[in-house]
C-alpha cells in the first residue's frame, strides 16, 4: 500500500509546525525561570579545608520541565592560576517547582598560603567564573556565564612585629620581648599557637618562645613573645622567623629583619 505524496507532504508540514512552536515556546519558557544564588558560607571540614558553599535558588514558571540544571565554577588567584573548581547539577527542574540546591567547593587553605603569604597578612579579591547550563524541556541547551569577585579576608591581617626589646636575665642570658598584633578579617577564629625563632646575622639560631593566640573573627589581636637569649651569641641584628601553628592553617616561616 503506497502512501500518497500528499500526505506525507501535509504530514511533513504539520511535524515542522509544531516542532517550530514546541522550539518558540520552550525558548519562551527560559524567561519564567528564575534562580538566584544566596549569600556564601564558608566553613571547614575535618581535613581543615575550607568548604565554600553557595545556595542556589531555582524557580521555574516556564511551560515545560528543564533540565538538568548545571552550575560550574571556577575561582582562581589574582595571577590567573585556578585555586578550585567545582560543579553541582540538578537533573531536573518540573514546571511550576522551586529547588533549592547547594554547590560547594573546597579550597585547600594551606596549599593557597603555601603558593602566596599574601593569603596570610593581605585581604584580596578571588575571581570567581560562574557558568549556568540548562536543557529547556530537557531539549534545548542553554547557557550562559559570568565572572565576578571573592573577597578574601586574611586571618593575620596587617601582621606587625614590634622590635625586639631586651632586658637582663642573668649572667648568661637576656629576655628578649617581642610584640606582635594583627587582625583577624577571616570567617572562622584563630585559636593556637605563635612561635619566634630567632636568628642573629651569622645565621646562628639564638632563641625561640611562642604564645597562645584565641582571636574571634573580626577582632584584633595585641600581644607579646618572650625569648631567652645567649648573650654571647646576640647580635645587634639578624632575623626573626614566624610560625602559624592555627588550625585550619599551619604555615611558616614569615621572615622579618631586625636591628
Do not use: C
Not at 182 to 200: C, L, P, S, T
Request: net charge negative; charged share 15%; proline share 5%.
Amino acid at each position: 500500500m503506497r502512501i500518497p505524496i500528499r500526505m506525507i507532504s501535509v504530514a511533513t508540514t504539520i511535524f515542522w509546525i509544531f516542532l517550530i512552536i514546541f522550539a518558540i515556546t520552550a525558548v519562551y519558557s527560559v524567561k519564567d525561570l528564575h534562580f538566584e544564588f544566596g549569600e556564601p558560607q564558608m566553613s571547614t571540614n575535618a581535613d581543615n579545608d575550607v568548604v565554600l558553599s553557595l545556595p542556589i535558588k531555582i524557580g521555574n514558571g516556564g511551560l515545560y520541565d528543564m533540565g538538568p540544571f548545571r552550575v560550574t565554577t571556577i575561582i582562581s588567584d589574582r595571577n590567573g592560576s585556578t585555586i578550585t573548581k567545582g560543579s553541582t547539577s540538578v537533573h531536573v527542574v518540573r514546571r511550576g517547582e522551586n529547588v533549592t540546591a547547594t554547590h560547594n567547593m573546597t579550597i585547600d587553605i594551606n596549599g593557597l598560603i603555601q603558593g602566596d603569604h599574601n593569603y596570610l597578612t593581605n585581604d584580596i579579591e578571588l575571581n570567581f567564573y560562574v557558568e549556568v547550563g540548562l536543557g529547556v524541556a530537557e531539549v534545548i541547551p542553554v547557557q550562559v556565564s559570568t565572572n565576578l569577585s571573592v573577597p578574601w579576608g586574611a586571618p593575620f591581617y596587617n601582621f606587625t612585629l614590634g622590635e625586639p626589646a631586651y632586658e637582663a636575665f642573668n649572667s648568661t642570658h637576656a629576655r628578649v620581648t617581642v610584640s606582635i598584633s594583627f587582625e583577624n578579617h577571616a570567617f572562622f577564629d584563630i585559636a593556637g599557637a605563635i612561635q619566634i625563632k630567632m636568628y642573629n646575622n651569622r645565621g646562628l639560631l639564638v632563641g625561640n618562645g611562642q604564645t597562645t593566640v584565641d582571636t574571634p573573627q573580626h577582632s584584633s589581636y595585641n600581644g607579646y613573645i618572650e625569648l631567652y637569649v645567649s648573650l654571647t651569641d646576640m647580635t645587634p641584628n639578624g632575623r626573626l622567623e614566624v610560625y602559624f601553628q592555627t588550625p585550619p592553617l599551619n604555615y611558616g616561616p614569615l621572615v622579618f629583619p631586625y636591628g
